[in-house]
């Protein structure tokens, strides 16, 4: 059950910023995925929010056989099920309502839900789900959240996402709790749609190296 844990673990260590990916068109994958393997990320979720969102994981997956892709926006059973088998390794959900709760049983360790509560925290780790993402992070309190959360719950790491902003990458992963960062910066789905494969390796790398 670790396995993936500690990948995603010894990923993050290296390049915690995760870039969050909406892609359009299955032949962006494999470019995509060679720039950001350039620039030195090593873990991308690629959102589900696209018709060629499945085709996009598979193909990112075989371009780049050193970066682990995982599935974002995962809503339903049905979306996991299609994730991993189109080669998903890990699986991001903005949230656990009770329907996929059940579908996921058993594979927790593949999973980063989203929480904006201490309560929905406490209660995703009672369920056996080792790190979380705090999502939207900028809503949910932002640095000073984590900063609360990180004294009565030290035992929870967290994946902040959602309307943060590149200057503030630095703050964020600066808190003992935070494992990695999401964001859209290092590939907004203009420069992917336009195929500025060399920006946005600029990017990440500009990116990375504040982290």
Same mark, same amino acid.
């Given at each position: 059950?670790?396995?993936?844990?500690?990948?995603?673990?010894?990923?993050?260590?290296?390049?915690?910023?995760?870039?969050?990916?909406?892609?359009?068109?299955?032949?962006?994958?494999?470019?995509?995925?060679?720039?950001?393997?350039?620039?030195?990320?090593?873990?991308?979720?690629?959102?589900?929010?696209?018709?060629?969102?499945?085709?996009?994981?598979?193909?990112? %997956?075989?371009?780049? =056989?050193? #970066?682990?892709?995982?599935?974002?926006?995962?809503? @339903?059973? /049905?979306?996991?099920? &299609?994730? !991993?088998?189109?080669?998903?390794?890990?699986?991001?959900?903005?949230?656990?309502?009770?329907?996929?709760?059940?579908?996921?049983?058993?594979?927790?360790?593949?999973?980063?839900?989203?929480?904006?509560?201490?309560?929905?925290?406490?209660?995703?780790?009672?369920?056996?789900?080792?790190?979380?993402?705090?999502?939207?992070?900028?809503?949910?309190?932002?640095?000073?959240?984590?900063?609360?959360? %990180?004294?009565?719950? =030290?035992? #929870?790491?967290?994946?902040?996402?959602?309307?943060? @902003?590149? /200057?503030?990458?630095? &703050?964020? !992963?600066?808190?003992?709790?935070?494992?990695?960062?999401?964001?859209?910066?290092?590939?907004?789905?203009?420069?992917?749609?336009?195929?500025?494969?060399?920006?946005?390796?600029?990017?990440?790398?500009?990116?990375?190296?504040?982290?």
């Amino acid at each position: 059950m670790t396995d993936m844990i500690a990948r995603l673990d010894a990923a993050a260590n290296k390049a915690p910023v995760v870039p969050v990916l909406v892609v359009e068109s299955v032949s962006s994958a494999a470019p995509l995925a060679a720039a950001l393997e350039q620039a030195g990320v090593t873990i991308a979720e690629v959102t589900l929010r696209t018709a060629d969102g499945l085709k996009v994981i598979e193909a990112m %997956a075989k371009a780049a =056989p050193g #970066l682990i892709v995982g599935a974002g926006t995962v809503l @339903t059973g /049905a979306d996991a099920d &299609a994730a !991993l088998s189109a080669g998903a390794e890990f699986l991001v959900s903005p949230g656990m309502p009770p329907g996929l709760r059940a579908a996921l049983a058993g594979r927790e360790h593949l999973v980063i839900p989203g929480v904006a509560t201490a309560s929905e925290a406490m209660a995703r780790h009672e369920e056996g789900f080792r790190r979380l993402k705090l999502f939207p992070a900028a809503v949910a309190g932002g640095v000073p959240a984590l900063k609360s959360l %990180a004294g009565p719950l =030290p035992h #929870l790491k967290f994946m902040p996402t959602g309307g943060i @902003t590149e /200057a503030e990458v630095p &703050a964020y !992963l600066s808190q003992p709790n935070v494992f990695a960062i999401g964001g859209s910066w290092i590939a907004s789905p203009a420069d992917i749609a336009a195929g500025n494969w060399g920006r946005i390796s600029e990017i990440a790398g500009r990116i990375l190296a504040t982290a």
